[in-house]
Structure formats: C-alpha cells, structure tokens
C-alpha cells in the first residue's frame, strides 16, 4: 500500500481540484487539430472559439465536475489509503462540512463563470457550444454517480464480482472522452453535414475513454495491495467503495515479473507498470482498445473524404487486425505502432484512398495514447511525461541500486549473528498473486 504525503491545502484543491487529469488536456485539441487539416484550415475566429471552450470545458466545467464527484465520495475518499498522494478534497472528516460548503460555492462559482463567457465573448458564439458541453458532462455525471451509489460499498472482497452497476460504470467513463474529442472535431468541421463521420468518431473516442479509464482504474487499485515475498496481497475494507477499481484486478498478471525492475529484482507495487506488457486478451483496456484501433482507421478514412461503406469496412478490418497485432507484442509496443500506421497507410493507399497519412492519424493518436498510459505505473501516471522524460536521461534518471547489505531507503540488513546478515523485509516480490479481505489471505490468483 502506498505511503502517505503531503496533504493538499483546501485552498490549493479550490484552485485547481484535480490537476492529475491534466492527463486528459491533449485530447480536444488534438481532435481540432485533426478537423483543421481535414478542412484544410481555420479562420481566426475558430481559432479563438476553440481556445475559449477548451478552456471552459477543462477549467471550468469539468473542475466543478470534478468537485461533484469529491464531495459525494468525500468519506471514502478519506479511507483510501494513497489518499494523500490523490490529492481530493482535503479531509479531515470533521472538518467536513466546512471543506464541502467551500468546494460547493466554488464549483457553482466555475458554472457561473461558464455562463458569463458567452456574454463577455458575443462575436464568438460559444453559448450554445457551452450549454451543449455543460449539459452532456452532467449528463453523463449523474449516470455515473447513481451507478457508482448502486455498485460500490458492498463487499470487501477482492476482486469483487462484476455486478450490472460495475459493468455500466466501465462503459460510461468512456463517455467524457467522446464529449471532449467530438467537441474539438466540431470547432474545426460541421460534423452535421457529416454523420458517418460523427458516429465513427464518437465510438473511436467513446471507446478510448473506456480502455484509458479502466486501465487507469486497474494501476490506482495497487494502492490496496502489498507485494509480500512471492506473493500480492490485497486488502480492502467496505466503507473504501472501490469495487469498480478492485474488480479489474483479476485481469492483472498471475506474476511480478522480474525482467526491467529496479533495485535488484524486486517490485514495489506502486511502481510496478502492470500493464506494460501483454495482458489477458479479455480485460476490458484490451477489448476496448481493439474497438478503438478498429474505429479510429474509419474515422481517419472518413476524415480524409467522404467515402463509400467498402473503403471505410476496408479501413476499419486493417486498423481492427493491426491494433490486435500491437496489443499481443510483449515488448516494444512503441515502434510497433509506428510499424502499424505504416502498413494501415499502406493499406489504405492501395485502395485509393485520398490522403493516406492524414487517415491513419486518429489510429496513431490513440493507440499511441494507449500504449503510453498502460506503460505507467501507480506513481508515474500522474504524471507521464516527467517519468519519459526521466527515463530517456538514461543514467541521470535511473535508480541507483543499494549498496550490500541495505534495503532501498537507505536502512540496513538484520544482523542474525557474527558475520551474518539477513536482507530486511521489504514490499517487493515475484510469484503468484493472492487476494484477501481486510487481512486474512483467500485464495491464490
């Protein structure tokens, strides 16, 4: 289990509530950048309409969303044992009403500031375009919560059984995903003159969210765990309500591996990439990413030119087969991507089709996207880019192994008699995993 940190102040949670999920930035301007290139430009006046509803959505609408969802799960979150390092809504619990009433008159705040823009802003005509956003994110957000109610706090197994309410909650994560991206395709294109185009982009990106979330839900449950001489023990309580997160977790490796781990072998489990390398074909990140890859060479085949339903079948049957062949690689997942788009461009070219490299672009952006996150572990998936970056420094990034005789940290062996030392007890391991409910062991996974 993770150890605690700092707490955040509440003043710096008001500010910016959730500053992890900054994670998700990239995705409506990629989309916009995709629709500009199909369109072979944009006004002046787009670009600005894209720069302010980007921003309302991210930093407004989806803060205050955010602040929702903290203060409905205000008392669990304070039970979760990385809550510090999440960085939610700030406890203690009996400072509760006072850090809520704040974080309520804030996100009202943000939703009123959202109203204002298009009334400060006229010549750009975002109202409608806000009022659509801000009505389809709590749409979404009350599914959600009401599933997340119905389906967590029920048991403390681990993994929990995959009732409907958890099921449901896997699928509509996926849709805050398809509201960013749509919206960003939409700033740069009419969509509505275009409706192949639309449906193919919304269960490309729909799609995403559920393999990006899920996968995400998967690496932030080893907060529960602690890896135990060969062996991963789970501990979870009720009063936690993480089933949709522990659930998936019998998707995850029988074993640690030992190949790539720092400090000589050993795995903490916070810094394990469980994902990282090939994972059972039926976990939901991977079913998920194969609708994506699938859905997202149509959509490219679709952004490049209208076409008929053969050449986007065509299109979409190579991007479905190529995302299959990237997921089942146990390493090097990076340059197969790359080696992908290559043979989906191809591919496509044979056919005829217009502006092969523009069409394989939203097959690149996600499947790229998904490799990169799933290659994350619980410490580093907040933020990614710092630990790539750390990692291509080669040397200057890399973890210096303990010198003989201590552990990671710092601390000595256990001396057992003269001359003798035995390693210290240490939560690393490799070998199967088990599971266990708020302390005794189970069954082996």
Not at 122 to 130: E, S, Y
Not at 425 to 436: E, F, I, L, S
Request: net charge positive.
């Amino acid at each position: 289990m993770s150890a605690g940190g700092k707490t955040r102040t509440l003043r710096s949670y008001l500010l910016l509530p959730r500053p992890k999920d900054a994670v998700k930035w990239w995705i409506l301007p990629t989309t916009f950048a995709m629709g500009v290139l199909s369109n072979g430009g944009a006004t002046t006046q787009q670009v600005w309409r894209f720069v302010v509803v980007w921003a309302a959505l991210e930093l407004l609408v989806y803060q205050a969303r955010y602040q929702w969802n903290d203060i409905r799960g205000f008392v669990a979150d304070q039970q979760h044992p990385d809550c510090h390092a999440r960085g939610r809504l700030p406890g203690p619990l009996d400072r509760a009403r006072r850090h809520v009433s704040a974080s309520w008159l804030v996100a009202l705040t943000r939703l009123s500031a959202v109203a204002a823009v298009p009334l400060l802003l006229p010549a750009l005509h975002v109202g409608g375009a806000l009022a659509a956003l801000t009505g389809a994110v709590f749409a979404i957000a009350i599914v959600y919560e009401t599933l997340r109610a119905i389906g967590t706090g029920r048991t403390d197994r681990v993994p929990p059984p995959v009732r409907p309410a958890i099921l449901g909650l896997w699928i509509v994560v996926g849709a805050g995903y398809a509201v960013r991206g749509v919206a960003g395709l939409a700033l740069a294109i009419d969509v509505t003159a275009r409706p192949l185009l639309a449906a193919a982009s919304i269960v490309t990106l729909w799609a995403f969210g559920v393999a990006f979330v899920t996968g995400r839900w998967t690496l932030e449950a080893l907060a529960f765990a602690e890896v135990d001489g060969p062996r991963v023990v789970w501990r979870a309580r009720v009063e936690q309500a993480r089933e949709h997160s522990l659930a998936l977790t019998r998707w995850l490796p029988a074993h640690v591996p030992v190949d790539g781990s720092p400090n000589g072998g050993r795995w903490r489990a916070a810094d394990w990439p469980a994902l990282r390398g090939r994972t059972a074909a039926l976990a939901p990140w991977n079913i998920a990413a194969v609708v994506t890859g699938t859905c997202a060479a149509a959509t490219g085949r679709l952004l490049a030119a209208p076409a008929g339903g053969a050449g986007t079948l065509i299109a979409a049957g190579c991007g479905g087969l190529v995302t299959m062949a990237v997921l089942a690689a146990p390493r090097h997942r990076g340059p197969a991507v790359l080696l992908g788009a290559a043979v989906i461009a191809g591919v496509l070219a044979a056919v005829g089709s217009p502006c092969p490299l523009l069409a394989t672009l939203p097959w690149i952006g996600v499947l790229g996207a998904h490799i990169f996150f799933t290659s994350q572990s619980l410490s580093t998936f907040g933020h990614p880019l710092r630990d790539a970056l750390t990692r291509l420094g080669g040397s200057r990034g890399a973890r210096q192994l303990p010198r003989a005789g201590t552990r990671p940290g710092g601390r000595a062996a256990q001396r057992t008699g003269p001359g003798q030392t035995t390693p210290a007890r240490w939560p690393y391991a490799r070998g199967p995993c088990v599971t266990t409910q708020s302390g005794p062991e189970t069954r082996d996974r």
